[in-house]
């Protein structure tokens, strides 16, 4: 897909999702008038802020953007999913509305006390009749005001018709005054209250998941521990840990106070290698190399690698910058490329792969160059930003890829979308033979929110046999 073909899907499924929140949030609970049409107004601005933030909070004049745009990008996508979930119930309470005003309807009498004691105090006086000479003969009509006036039997012809010496007057659309009227208007008010409940609590349950997931998206990341048994490795290597981190995502929402949490968290871990697997950065070099820097201070074994992401294509002057900086960070870029990791008098093979969105511009992955001709006896260890990777990892016979890029979903329920597209969401999976670990990431893109998939740091350890 092309990125103007991107972008066109995303204006439409933003106008649409807004449309559907007007007729849920404003047109349901508003009546004709100012208020109906103020509001409208903020929800198309809203739409409008939505891709414009999308697009320009890449750019360094277009940071601002960055808080208000993604804050109102998550609060509509969660009131989105909390007004579905209501929909049912929703449907089910205007259904016994409905079913009261039809009863009503049915029985030409307002439902409630009041309408009861207003027929009930007309009874007496139904049926007033005038003899005077020269005067056509003519009944009481009865209104909703409970007061009588002589109406003459001339005015059935307009549709007014005795009803038990009562004439009923039609009322607007044919219904009958004193009952239908009264009906519709506590029909309105009632489903009056049922949207305004439904918006009210969509609302709340949105504001309260996002208030949640941005205390997570900025909090510490999870120390996961996983342990990872290689049957072909060597015995020697047992023991061997790797501190994996990806999608640290440094832009416009990040400091340098958030590298430098990461770098003192992997620090902790003592860890022999540090595998940073792509989706390092939203920007360039110029606008970001200070929150880089603390990347400088990551410490282990044997080094820290890193590979690309999809997102270090989308950066106005590509990947290449960054592989530069990063070398001077003293962090190894493997670019379709493999090193040794010798340990305990053992080898491992550590390889690793671009990422498949730097195929439009030349610079995708190499499988053939990063894994050919290796000494298939040894364990391989392969970082690779997306899981799908390891779908032609396996046909090199790789023991483990690392990656990332899923997030974990980031925000339910984008984790039940995922396998659509990636085999494993995260933690450890298998694809064609070959063991995939997904980490869900130590940062966020877009909304800074996540909900239920904390960011996470892993420390793996591989084993060519389980503890006992």
């Given at each position: 897909?092309t990125i103007v073909g991107f972008v066109s899907l995303v204006i439409c499924a933003i106008t649409v999702v807004h449309y559907y929140l007007w007729r849920r949030l404003?047109?349901?609970?508003?009546?004709?008038?100012?208020?109906?049409?103020?509001?409208?107004?903020?929800?198309?601005?809203?739409?409008?802020?939505?891709?414009?933030?999308?697009?320009?909070?890449?750019?360094?004049?277009?940071?601002?953007?960055?808080?208000?745009?993604?804050?109102?990008?998550?609060?509509?996508?969660?009131?989105?999913?909390?007004?579905?979930?209501?929909?049912?119930?929703?449907?089910?309470?205007?259904?016994?509305?409905?079913?009261?005003?039809?009863?009503?309807?049915?029985?030409?009498?307002?439902?409630?006390?009041?309408?009861?004691?207003?027929?009930?105090?007309?009874?007496?006086?139904?049926?007033?009749?005038?003899?005077?000479?020269g005067t056509p003969a003519s009944v009481a009509a009865v209104h909703p005001e409970h007061s009588l006036r002589p109406v003459s039997t001339a005015q059935t012809d307009?549709?007014?018709?005795?009803?038990?010496?009562?004439?009923?007057?039609?009322?607007?659309?044919?219904?009958?005054?004193?009952?239908?009227?009264?009906?519709?208007?506590?029909?309105?008010?009632?489903?009056?209250?049922?949207?305004?409940?439904?918006?009210?609590?969509?609302?709340?349950?949105?504001?309260?998941?996002?208030?949640?997931?941005?205390?997570?998206?900025?909090?510490?990341?999870?120390?996961?521990?996983?342990?990872?048994?290689?049957?072909?490795?060597?015995?020697?290597?047992n023991g061997l840990r790797f501190a994996v981190v990806s999608d640290i995502h440094l832009g416009p929402l990040t400091g340098t106070e958030h590298t430098r949490r990461?770098?003192?968290?992997?620090?902790?871990?003592?860890?022999?290698?540090?595998?940073?697997?792509?989706?390092?950065?939203?920007?360039?070099?110029?606008?970001?190399?200070?929150?880089?820097?603390?990347?400088?201070?990551?410490?282990?074994?044997?080094?820290?690698?890193?590979?690309?992401?999809?997102?270090?294509?989308?950066?106005?002057?590509?990947?290449?910058?960054?592989?530069?900086?990063?070398?001077?960070?003293?962090?190894?870029?493997?670019?379709?490329?493999?090193?040794?990791?010798?340990?305990?008098?053992?080898?491992?093979?550590?390889?690793?792969?671009?990422?498949?969105?730097?195929?439009?511009?030349?610079?995708?992955?190499?499988?053939?160059?990063?894994?050919?001709?290796?000494?298939?006896?040894?364990?391989?260890?392969?970082?690779?930003?997306?899981?799908?990777?390891?779908?032609?990892?396996?046909?090199?016979?790789?023991?483990?890829?690392?990656?990332?890029?899923?997030?974990?979903?980031?925000?339910?329920?984008?984790?039940?979308?995922?396998?659509?597209?990636?085999?494993?969401?995260?933690?450890?999976?298998?694809?064609?033979?070959?063991?995939?670990?997904?980490?869900?990431?130590?940062?966020?893109?877009?909304?800074?929110?996540?909900?239920?998939?904390?960011?996470?740091?892993?420390?793996?350890?591989?084993?060519?046999?389980?503890?006992?």
């Amino acid at each position: 897909m092309t990125i103007v073909g991107f972008v066109s899907l995303v204006i439409c499924a933003i106008t649409v999702v807004h449309y559907y929140l007007w007729r849920r949030l404003v047109r349901s609970t508003t009546r004709p008038g100012r208020t109906r049409r103020v509001l409208t107004w903020i929800l198309v601005g809203l739409a409008v802020l939505a891709p414009v933030t999308l697009i320009v909070s890449r750019s360094e004049w277009g940071h601002f953007l960055a808080w208000p745009g993604f804050f109102w990008i998550a609060t509509m996508f969660y009131l989105v999913v909390f007004l579905v979930v209501l929909e049912i119930p929703r449907a089910v309470a205007l259904l016994v509305v409905r079913g009261v005003e039809h009863r009503a309807e049915r029985h030409l009498v307002p439902p409630g006390v009041v309408a009861r004691r207003a027929k009930r105090a007309v009874q007496p006086e139904l049926a007033v009749r005038s003899e005077t000479a020269g005067t056509p003969a003519s009944v009481a009509a009865v209104h909703p005001e409970h007061s009588l006036r002589p109406v003459s039997t001339a005015q059935t012809d307009r549709g007014e018709s005795p009803v038990g010496g009562v004439v009923v007057v039609p009322g607007p659309g044919g219904t009958p005054r004193g009952g239908g009227a009264k009906d519709t208007a506590g029909g309105l008010s009632r489903r009056l209250f049922i949207a305004r409940t439904a918006a009210v609590a969509a609302g709340a349950g949105a504001l309260g998941t996002i208030g949640f997931g941005i205390r997570t998206a900025l909090g510490d990341p999870v120390i996961e521990s996983a342990g990872v048994v290689l049957p072909r490795l060597d015995p020697r290597l047992n023991g061997l840990r790797f501190a994996v981190v990806s999608d640290i995502h440094l832009g416009p929402l990040t400091g340098t106070e958030h590298t430098r949490r990461i770098v003192r968290m992997i620090n902790s871990l003592e860890a022999d290698v540090v595998a940073v697997v792509g989706d390092l950065v939203d920007g360039t070099v110029a606008e970001l190399g200070p929150l880089a820097r603390p990347l400088k201070d990551l410490e282990s074994r044997y080094g820290a690698y890193f590979v690309t992401g999809n997102h270090e294509y989308y950066t106005a002057n590509g990947p290449q910058e960054w592989i530069e900086e990063l070398r001077e960070l003293g962090i190894r870029p493997l670019g379709n490329e493999r090193v040794e990791i010798a340990h305990g008098g053992a080898v491992l093979d550590l390889a690793g792969v671009n990422d498949v969105g730097g195929v439009a511009s030349g610079d995708g992955p190499d499988f053939e160059r990063a894994l050919g001709g290796r000494d298939r006896s040894r364990s391989t260890v392969l970082l690779a930003h997306q899981p799908v990777q390891a779908v032609q990892a396996a046909t090199y016979g790789v023991d483990l890829q690392l990656s990332g890029h899923t997030h974990g979903g980031q925000m339910v329920p984008f984790n039940l979308i995922i396998p659509m597209q990636q085999p494993v969401v995260s933690g450890l999976g298998e694809v064609d033979g070959t063991q995939v670990y997904v980490t869900r990431g130590a940062g966020f893109w877009g909304p800074p929110v996540r909900v239920g998939a904390p960011p996470e740091i892993t420390l793996l350890e591989v084993r060519n046999e389980r503890l006992r």
